[in-house]
């Protein structure tokens, strides 16, 4: 849009609409990047608004649009890999901005250059940075926005609280190896989850202490303790969760996203199932 082309008196009024308009795109950026980690989206975003940044300070725009570009980057600071150039962004919007105390002075030529300067390097940083990081097309049939905040997602706040850390951290492990398709990990760790929680609803309601046993180990004295016909309808489950345990065991079994999955929301239902007992 060419200001110098719109009436004076509706000047103010189209420098307003752009700033509404800009004003949400940088919203959409700021709920994005809130995520735990940068998706193909939120990376399409970031380069879109550093080729943006680019391609306004060679036309020498108006600030308001430099001040756009700085604020959507500036949002990245706290991502991996790209702490420094978010935190550059802040710093220049900081410094420079009160040099533009009205929406259409055009940036100056110095500070054309300066920020040009800035933004090359920002760019010729980028390849380095995407070494670290890697897309990946999630395969499990799961809410994928569930499983990018982890175990707490598929749970109450009273049920995650009644988890122990190391429980919390399995379930968290879990998820997240589902979203990098690794479903065998992901399966073990959610068994490794189940057993723990289950080691302590036998301490609870038997009142005898489990101590000193392997992975695994638990899921076998819960069966033998409590045979199918008079097993407790809570810990119903239990067969499968063995028959999973010791299928994995095997070193040539690799699980597949439908067992590591199905497994992953057993654990849940699991979860819920043993709350009103554990949370007490």
Request: glycine share 6%; aromatic share 10%.
């Amino acid at each position: 849009m060419n200001f110098m082309a719109i009436h004076p008196c509706l000047k103010d009024k189209a420098y307003v609409y752009m700033d509404t308009i800009c004003a949400e795109l940088v919203k959409e950026v700021l709920e994005m990047v809130e995520k735990k980690s940068l998706g193909a989206l939120e990376l399409f975003q970031f380069g879109k608004w550093l080729g943006r940044l680019e391609s306004i300070i060679i036309l020498r725009s108006h600030w308001v649009t430099v001040d756009n570009c700085l604020e959507a980057l500036s949002l990245f600071k706290e991502k991996q890999g790209l702490e420094s150039i978010g935190l550059d962004a802040e710093g220049y919007r900081r410094d420079y901005g009160p040099h533009y105390p009205k929406h259409d002075t055009p940036i100056t030529p110095a500070d054309s250059q300066i920020l040009g300067m800035h933004v090359s390097r920002w760019l010729g940083a980028i390849p380095e940075i995407l070494k670290s990081w890697f897309l990946c097309c999630v395969e499990a049939q799961i809410d994928i926005a569930k499983l990018n905040k982890g175990g707490k997602s598929f749970l109450t706040e009273e049920e995650w609280n009644m988890l122990q850390p190391i429980e919390k951290h399995g379930l968290d492990e879990a998820a997240f190896s589902l979203l990098s398709n690794n479903f065998t990990s992901s399966e073990f760790m959610a068994l490794r989850t189940v057993e723990a929680l289950l080691r302590r609803w036998y301490e609870k309601t038997t009142g005898d202490m489990i101590t000193d046993v392997t992975f695994g180990q638990v899921l076998r004295m819960l069966d033998e303790r409590f045979p199918e016909k008079r097993r407790p309808r809570e810990i119903s489950a239990l067969y499968y969760f063995k028959e999973r345990r010791n299928n994995i065991a095997h070193p040539e079994v690799i699980s597949t996203v439908e067992q590591a999955s199905t497994t992953f929301i057993q654990v849940i239902g699991q979860c819920k199932t043993l709350k009103s007992i554990l949370a007490l």
